[in-house]
């Protein structure tokens, strides 16, 4: 099937010619589907559909087919259903981080899409699956005239209370660190973590479930350092929970006073300490972005129910320059923003040459003006630490210039912070970058000098502003 599968994308300019053949024909056909009515119509239509898009692309019968779109290769064969992809855990030969025998999707659709005259990576978002439709024709969907994407909110983004937006507008390139959460349920020990983020950061992302591992929550963390007067950044990914929890979350979020909100899919299941879980991956993290959007600037769920008060926040997702295919990265941004995207915060970056090429596209899109993005950076305790970082955390990159000076190092773990200190110094002076987002998992400590020796912070006020209540006010 796999075979089949890359057939297709190898002669995606053959299957775009064939499928535009389909669509005059089935807008042809339209009076007499009209005639046989298109209830009737629907199970033995969808019956040669499945037939045949099963054997030439492994479809899954989602009921709103994007492989027209997607070089004519099928994203329902994602492990992780992303939609708007491809994920940053790509890994480095193209293959997929949570099936390395299986390229990823979107690879492979980048591919097809280079071999299709005229295609153009669409830079609106696609809609998330919808269940109800889950088995039913594509074909007739796109008779109808009922196959268009669903429409970008077009309301202005609502003002919120973040201090790092604040920071952020002002022009002040910020500094962002990721705090784990403890796998216990003292709060005490979220106290004694923060001491090393505290007063040395702009703000603090905390995770939400990495690695696809079970701790404490990142929305209890983050109602943590709110009582504590600090400045969250909530990931919430998609990995664990389907659009109603979600948007539950998202408005519990905003309740507590947290005003960050960053968006992923999350890492798969398969490769955390709980393999056996289900993977949920209702949303993906443009259709969350998205969905929080509509929330923010509507004042609705994504059904359409109205909300008694709109969750303010500040919104971002994530982004990896340093994983296949480039060329693909800034396209795909330009779809976050377009999803809601106001701040990116990206993969860590070993490599400044790549980093600059990607940044240098950025530019070109005109997307630094239009989000706030900040590279990820951290410190490396050793060589080995660096070869299982490349090899084992898929969409990791690290040249084997950062290895072998590691190696070469007598104290590597003080070489790996030199390291970091000075990426944070080069990537201040590129343009476009708004700040850095540092990730020291188990060098927590390291965090307070890696900032003030890099100096990016130096001047700035090392207060957080305490978090106000938002205000009720009537929705239009
Ligand atoms: S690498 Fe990511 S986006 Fe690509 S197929 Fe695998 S899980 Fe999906």
């Not at 992809?85 to 193209?94: E, I, K, L, S």
């Not at 040395?200 to 591992?213: K, L, P, R």
């Not at 008694?308 to 923003?337: E, S």
Request: charged share 25%; proline share 7%; with cysteine.
């Amino acid at each position: 099937m796999l075979a089949l599968r890359r057939w297709s994308v190898r002669h995606a300019a053959f299957q775009a010619r064939a499928y535009r053949a389909l669509v005059s024909l089935l807008k042809v056909l339209q009076p007499v589907f009209r005639a046989i009515g298109y209830e009737r119509a629907e199970k033995p239509v969808a019956w040669v559909e499945s037939n045949v898009k099963g054997l030439f692309f492994d479809c899954h019968m989602c009921g709103y087919c994007l492989l027209s779109v997607n070089g004519m290769a099928c994203p329902m064969n994602c492990p992780k259903s992303v939609r708007n992809g491809p994920c940053g855990g790509v890994r480095a030969d193209g293959g997929c981080e949570a099936k390395p025998e299986m390229p990823c999707v979107w690879v492979e659709g980048w591919r097809g899409m280079q071999r299709m005259p005229a295609a153009e990576f669409p830079r609106l978002p696609n809609a998330p699956a919808n269940a109800r439709h889950a088995g039913t024709s594509s074909w007739l969907r796109l008779a109808r005239g009922g196959h268009t994407p669903p429409p970008i909110s077009g309301a202005p983004a609502t003002a919120t209370e973040s201090r790092l937006e604040r920071l952020l507008g002002d022009g002040e390139f910020v500094v962002t660190a990721e705090f784990s959460p403890p796998d216990s349920a003292d709060p005490a020990e979220v106290e004694a973590q923060l001491r090393h983020f505290r007063d040395h950061v702009d703000a603090i992302n905390v995770t939400d479930g990495s690695g696809a591992n079970c701790h404490m929550s990142s929305l209890g963390v983050s109602a943590l350092l709110v009582q504590a007067g600090c400045e969250p950044v909530m990931q919430i990914s998609c990995r664990d929970r389907n659009r109603i929890a979600i948007q539950g979350d998202i408005l519990g979020a905003a309740a507590l006073g947290i005003r960050n909100l960053l968006c992923l899919t999350g890492d798969g299941t398969v490769v955390g300490d709980h393999a056996d879980a289900k993977p949920v991956f209702d949303l993906d993290s443009l259709s969350l972005l998205q969905a929080a959007r509509v929330m923010r600037d509507e004042g609705r769920f994504l059904s359409g129910r109205k909300l008694t008060q709109a969750p303010r926040l500040f919104l971002g997702g994530a982004d990896n320059p340093f994983a296949p295919p480039f060329d693909m990265r800034p396209l795909r941004l330009a779809r976050k923003v377009a999803a809601g995207a106001q701040f990116i915060q990206t993969q860590y970056c070993f490599d400044l040459e790549r980093l600059e090429a990607y940044m240098a596209r950025v530019r070109d899109e005109g997307l630094d003006e239009r989000c706030h993005i900040l590279v990820g950076v951290g410190p490396i305790a050793s060589a080995k630490t660096a070869r299982w970082l490349r090899t084992k955390v898929p969409g990791v990159h690290i040249p084997d210039a950062v290895v072998a000076r590691l190696e070469g190092a007598d104290d590597a773990r003080a070489e790996g912070r030199r390291i970091c200190v000075e990426m944070i110094q080069a990537i201040r002076g590129i343009r476009g970058v708004a700040g850095v987002h540092i990730m020291a998992p188990r060098q927590d400590e390291a965090i307070p000098d890696l900032v003030r020796d890099s100096g990016v912070r130096s001047g700035r006020r090392a207060d957080f502003a305490p978090v106000r209540a938002v205000e009720r006010e009537e929705l239009p």
